[in-house]
């Protein structure tokens, strides 16, 4: 293959490289727009709950005017036919008695019917939380795989040092401003979290103190009721005294009062009877209302859960196109490597060149200070094989084992594990006895090769743009 052939087939696969890239900010701009959507109908569906929570509210507090106004009146109707009913008032304290223990009764209830939508919104508004909580995830979850896919995709092809260092500097500019964008977002959802919750604890508040305030009210209330019955009470032993010597010269007054009265009490416990049916009619209806209204917002939830699901299937098969894509990419890839390998290019050596030099000027690796970097030390273990090692640090306590690759594959890491650590303290027997660990350095990594490392406990070292990038995290000691 000639050298202009050679550059014809490079500058196919930059084409290719190109369009993935596109093909990535088009996926990610569709992201982004379906994320402000949601974000969209999840602030109007709590603004619709609010108000629909203030309405019910504003409905609850004119019930209760009402239902004390019609108290009262009641209240008025009873001390008017206790002036004009001055006989039989035995019988008359005695109904009242049972009237009042029946509207304690129902106060009782009220307010147990208060308590139990108290608590429904409660869960109502915790069920929300914890929605909104596992959309956050989602979101966090497929940023992270946004994240791990542009760092798979970046490649060091370089024909020329001016290009790379161009194209370098491009694409640190962009990871630098989609990682400000990035925290924006997440600074401004939290933000908005954290005003929805003080502004749930504030309802909160005024509802329990609306509450207390109704209860001392009520208190009050039953005080002055019982006051009054202890002065009626002296007032109506007092009216029985004098009644007793009345009583022979009013008989037949007596008797047409007493069919005015039962005529009256049978009036007033008919308009009792009919505010009772109005009331216990009026709580049906909103109980139908509630119970249509939470109907409609489980239905707008599964909808929204449905269209969540729909677009995931979505990005999931963009997705495994592009995957396609970067498979065909990387045989091409490999195919160039070998070809350029053949006319004496060898890009393993320029990356253990980068790698060598970055920790040498570092020569630190996950918070570890190290004394000695070395590299292409050769050993052979017990059984006499030889061995190379790329990269080895160390301290008087501690190494590092690094093994530097164009791509890291899952073989590698089985390797490292297996045999590369054993053959080293074999090798020299005088670093036998350091907390040695593994670190694996490459400029890309195959998803299943950088899981497995992870959960293996070993350091990786990753090049994007100029920057070494260290991932660290619950590493092991080998």
Request: net charge negative; hydrophobic share 25%.
């Amino acid at each position: 293959m000639s050298d202009k052939e050679l550059r014809e087939y490079v500058a196919s696969i930059a084409v290719v490289v190109k369009e993935t890239a596109l093909l990535l900010k088009e996926s990610e701009e569709d992201r982004k727009k379906e994320k402000k959507k949601n974000e969209e109908e999840r602030k109007k569906r709590n603004e619709e709950f609010e108000e629909r929570l203030k309405k019910e509210e504003e409905a609850r507090v004119k019930r209760n005017e009402e239902f004390e106004e019609r108290l009262k009146k009641e209240e008025e109707a009873r001390v008017k036919n206790e002036e004009e009913r001055k006989k039989r008032n035995e019988e008359l304290e005695e109904r009242l008695k049972k009237e009042e223990e029946a509207r304690v009764k129902r106060n009782e209830e009220f307010e147990e019917r208060l308590k139990k939508e108290e608590e429904v919104r409660v869960k109502n508004e915790e069920e929300r939380k914890k929605r909104n909580e596992e959309l956050e995830e989602r979101l966090k979850k497929e940023e992270e795989a946004r994240v791990k896919r542009n760092e798979e995709l970046e490649e060091r092809l370089k024909k020329e040092e001016e290009a790379r260092v161009k194209r370098n500097e491009e694409l640190e500019e962009r990871l630098k401003k989609e990682e400000e964008a990035r925290v924006k977002r997440n600074e401004e959802l939290e933000e908005r979290l954290k005003k929805e919750e003080e502004a749930r604890v504030k309802r909160n508040e005024e509802l329990e103190e609306r509450l207390k305030k109704e209860e001392e009210a009520r208190v009050k209330r039953n005080e002055e009721l019982e006051e009054r019955l202890k002065k009626e009470e002296a007032a109506r032993v007092k009216r029985n005294e004098e009644f007793e010597e009345r009583l022979k010269k009013e008989e037949a007054a007596r008797v047409k009062n007493e069919e005015e009265r039962k005529k009256s009490h049978e009036e007033f416990n008919e308009r009792l009877r009919k505010s009772h049916e109005e009331f216990n009619e009026r709580l049906k209806k909103e109980e139908e209302a509630r119970v249509k209204n939470e109907e409609e917002r489980k239905k707008r939830n599964e909808e929204f859960e449905e269209r969540l699901k729909k677009r995931d299937e979505e990005v999931s098969v963009k997705i495994e196109a592009l995957s396609e894509k970067i498979e065909s990419l990387w045989v091409q890839i490999r195919k160039t490597e070998s070809m350029m390998n053949r006319f004496g290019f060898n890009v393993g050596s320029g990356v253990e060149e980068y790698f060598y030099n970055t920790l040498k000027s570092r020569m630190s690796v996950a918070n570890i200070q190290f004394e000695y970097c070395e590299r292409n030390l050769k050993g052979r273990n017990e059984s006499g094989e030889d061995d190379e090692f790329d990269i080895v640090m160390k301290n008087g306590t501690k190494g590092v084992l690094v093994e530097c690759k164009h791509r890291v594959r899952k073989e590698d890491v089985s390797k490292m594990q297996e045999r590369k650590i054993n053959n080293f303290r074999q090798s020299f027997p005088g670093d036998a006895k350091l907390e040695m660990y593994i670190a694996l350095a490459g400029i890309s990594f195959e998803p299943k090769a950088e899981e497995e490392a992870k959960r293996a406990g070993m350091i990786l070292l990753k090049q994007v743009g100029e920057r070494l990038i260290e991932e660290a995290d619950n590493v092991k000691v080998y």
